[in-house]
């Protein structure tokens, strides 16, 4: 594999650009938006100034990185003659299943079909596709530069030959993949989410408060981030859609999400991205001020 595209210069979209880019794929990073694209690519360059300045890579190693990113605001240019699309487009399977019915129109044939979902089926967005053994699951973590893990899931069609394709592309670039079947949250929100909403409920209970949930499973279970902190990193959106992807295809009571997430995500408070969630962001990026979250 030579060539990757990517589809959406979000958060995790311009992370897997950047990871691919830095080994040395040529990499097409596609959205529909210019401003995006800019955005993402600015993005891309501040995180490798870090690097940079950790003495982790060289200037030229930065220089030659973006040097692999090309941009494109359409689809059918972008993922001319490449290998292999990952795709990374908002958590949502209508638009998901739209994207991949497209791909399929135009790309090669023996081009690779992937996407970054976090939770929705591989198996659902693969029927969209004449190609459904060539659809595949590859979940990267947030921050994609540094996190190593990246869940393979495999769909009911995905051939033997994609998967050990994408497993060997993924040591490749450093991460350290786990094959995964397809169930709904697969494995690492399948137990993740669950938590995150346990402590959701709580506080919703009034068991005790933001630091302290915090605090209980940083100090105790020995936590890099409390459990709300790392909702707030997420995006109690993306996490809200988790759970119901988890609740709608077990019908289990216990992924049923907590009124308080969901009342918080209609009131707009996502967390990070949107400057206030379980911490207020106003002043720093930093989970220092606990906000006032009605219960």
Known sequence: MKKIAVIGAGTMGNGIAHTFAQFNYKVHLIDISQASLDKGIATISKNLDRMVLKEKISIADKIETLSNITTFTILAEGVKNVDLVVEAATENTVLKTKIFKELD??????TILATNTSSI???QIAAATNRPDKVIGMHFMNPVPIMKLVEIIRGYNTSDAV????????????????????YPGFVANRILMPMLNESIETL????AG???IDTVMKLGMAHPM????????IGLDVCLSI???????????KYAPCPLLVNMVMAGKL?????????DYSENRKAEIVAEVFR
């Open 105 to 110: 129109a135009v790309c090669a044939k023996n």
């Open 243 to 253: 759970l119901k992807v988890l609740y709608d295809g077990f019908k289990n009571p």
């Open 204 to 207: 919703y209970n009034g068991v």
């Open 163 to 182: 998967m050990q394709t994408i497993v060997g592309l993924s040591k490749d670039i450093y991460k350290t993949p786990v094959e995964v079947n397809d």
């Open 210 to 212: 933001v630091a302290e």
């Open 121 to 123: 089926s591989i198996t």
């Open 271 to 279: 967390g990070v991205k949107s400057g206030e969630g379980f911490y």
């Open 226 to 233: 409390g459990p709300l902190q790392l909702a707030d990193f």
